[in-house]
């Protein structure tokens, strides 16, 4: 069993961990580092999804990095696209350099009177162990499972005589053409394949249990075009990032106030869409505005293929899985060759490794989060964990700078341990995501907690978090540091 030790070692090179890198590169750049990914390429989620038309759903003027201007004029862009995106920012930067593939964390050991961590790494595909050490340990695994999406245990699944897929291992050149295909689900996934798969498949069906709000958006950004015309990319950029940033807050907190209005606005925009050739009750939701992410729809090309009869939408409850297809709750058939099960993600964090301090076995999902990043009573730990209600990387970019800036801290100090500690009796612990989606609802039991009050409050309100990550002192009352650097240390 070799072992080596780092300053830092990032876990996850895709979107979070290659900008992770960049930060701690820019910001401390004597901290030597490995970033360890269990798989073989970098990318995360946009390397490992391959099915028909995968894409973003949000802009990637926020969905890109604050440091490196996204200059393809699609706003809303292809899987391929973002996953070179990625590549090339590692290997602008030299962070590929810093990748070791293959290597999965199982657990890891913090030890006060060192200062560091002990990971026990497994190779992914030779199943041999391996130990490295660090001084900081720094997640960016994202939020789900990777060798598995969820699906529910339908009735009947063996007697479909089809093939079943779940878009998360979605088979390499499937071949659909002239096939009836039905996808169940009506989240993001659902509404990107119905109209990519309607180009070859005799017909596409999405059934949903329920409706979700769907909103059209621009694919090209029409301010960005124009600016482009006077402007260099990197003033552009940034100018549509505000905007853009401005406006998806904006409308946020207005459908939180004001539910009743947006709601209204938004039936109103898809029933225009729909010209009524579909009916509205399949996209009427229950519930308000928010209360479970929207999807978006670049230039409607969902619509457009539900009103030229390529595609339907079917709101029902499963019975069971016949030979041919599904048998509803209704009664009614659907026939399919193919069943796509767009069911969800298996939500996990921390790659699913174990944790232990000082011999003992920590439970992160007792632990509260500090400032979405940190965990209480845990040391030189750091989660990214971006928003749910805009573009993942606004929080992973403002998380990693936070994150440095402790680092910095830490140094410039002499110590060599930090960690939020809770010393207010009036802090109750809530469930970390506040959103009514089926998949978050599923796995708030396998999430951290988060605080009724700042600074463990999760805020999701990226305006707030910029001005308190970036800007406020890192020493605030809770953040506690440590563990003086040895004589040894201090010699060498």
Known sequence: ???????????????????????????????????????????????????????????????GYSFKPWTNPKAIADGPSIRSYIQETARENGIDRHIRYGKKIVSAAWSTPDACWTLNIQNTATGETEQLTCNYLWMCTGYYKYDKGYT???????????????????????????????????????????????????????????????????????????LRRFLPEKAVYRITRAKNVSLTLGFFNLAKKKPKPVRRLLLSLTRRQLEGKVDMKHFTPSYNPWDERL??????????????????????????????????????????????????????IMGGATFSVDG?????????????????????????FGYTNASWTLKADISSEYVCRVLNQ???????????????????????????????????????????????KVYMNYMLDLGTLRYKPIDDGVMEFSNPVGKAQRAA
Request: with cysteine.
């Open 1 to 63: 069993m070799s072992s080596q030790h780092l300053d830092v070692i990032i876990v996850g090179a895709g979107l979070s961990g290659i900008g992770a890198a960049f930060h701690l590169q820019r910001d401390c750049p004597k901290k030597t580092y490995a970033i360890l990914e269990s798989r073989q390429a970098i990318g995360g989620t946009w390397d490992l999804f391959r099915y028909p038309g995968i894409r973003s759903d949000s802009d990637m003027y926020t969905l």
């Open 152 to 226: 529910p245990d339908f009735p009947g699944r063996d007697t479909f005589k089809g093939q079943i897929i779940h878009p998360q291992h979605w088979p390499e050149n499937l071949d659909y053409a002239g096939k009836k295909v039905v996808i169940i689900g009506s989240g993001a996934t659902a509404v990107t394949l119905l109209p990519a798969m309607t180009d070859k498949a005799a017909h596409v069906t999405m059934l949903q249990r329920s409706p979700t709000y769907i909103v059209t958006i621009p694919e090209k950004d029409p301010i960005a075009t124009g």
């Open 295 to 348: 999807c978006a729809v670049p230039d409607g090309d969902l619509f457009k293929v539900l009103r030229q009869g390529k595609g339907s939408v079917v709101t029902d409850h499963i019975d069971t899985f016949t030979e041919k297809g599904i048998k509803l709750k209704s009664g009614q058939e659907l026939e399919a060759d193919i069943i796509i099960t767009a069911t969800g993600l298996d939500l996990q």
């Open 360 to 384: 003992k076995p920590v439970n992160l999902t007792e632990r509260m989060n500090y400032k979405g990043i940190l965990f209480e009573g845990m040391p030189n730990l750091a989660m990214v």
């Open 410 to 456: 830490m140094d410039k100090r002499g110590l060599r341990q930090s960690m939020p500690v809770n010393k207010d009796p009036s802090v109750k612990q809530e469930a970390f995501v506040e959103m009514h989606s089926g998949y978050i609802q599923r796995a708030l039991a396998h999430l951290p907690k988060q605080g009724n009050k700042a600074p463990w």
